[in-house]
């Protein structure tokens, strides 16, 4: 069964920094493109990052380019989202998901399989 697992969540002032790190199971993560989405309380889902199978190729949403940095380590599975400079306009679930590649237009509806989400709150 292939899973993705999201962890690093949590609460931060304005201005601080989180890592989010998306972990998978059942699957080999680097024969994937994977992505970051967020969804806000009475909001739709929007992508926020997304970087391609090698690494090679990343993709942000412009309202986080130069805060938030993506990465991948496929030895160990895992994909990062340095989040830095957080606003609370960033608070939301984060969620990671699996594609084939990593698009210019980061779409939900592109993707596959999903992990279950984690919190990421930015309030004083």
């Known amino acids: 069964q292939l899973q993705l697992v999201e962890s690093g969540g949590g609460l931060v002032q304005p201005g601080g920094s989180l890592r989010l790190s998306c972990a998978a199971s059942g699957f080999t993560l680097g024969a994937y493109a994977i992505g970051w989405f967020r969804q806000a309380p009475g909001k739709e889902r929007e992508g926020v990052s997304c970087i391609s199978r090698s690494g090679g190729l990343t993709n942000y949403a412009d309202s986080v380019k130069g805060r938030f940095t993506i990465s991948r380590e496929n030895a160990k599975s895992t994909v990062d989202l340095q989040m830095n400079s957080l606003k609370p306009e960033d608070t939301a679930i984060y969620y990671c998901?699996?594609?084939?590649?990593?698009?210019?237009?980061?779409?939900?509806?592109?993707?596959?399989?999903w992990g279950q989400g984690t919190q990421v709150t930015v309030s004083s």
């Open positions: 998901a699996a594609d084939t590649v990593c698009r210019g237009e980061l779409r939900a509806g592109d993707y596959d399989t």
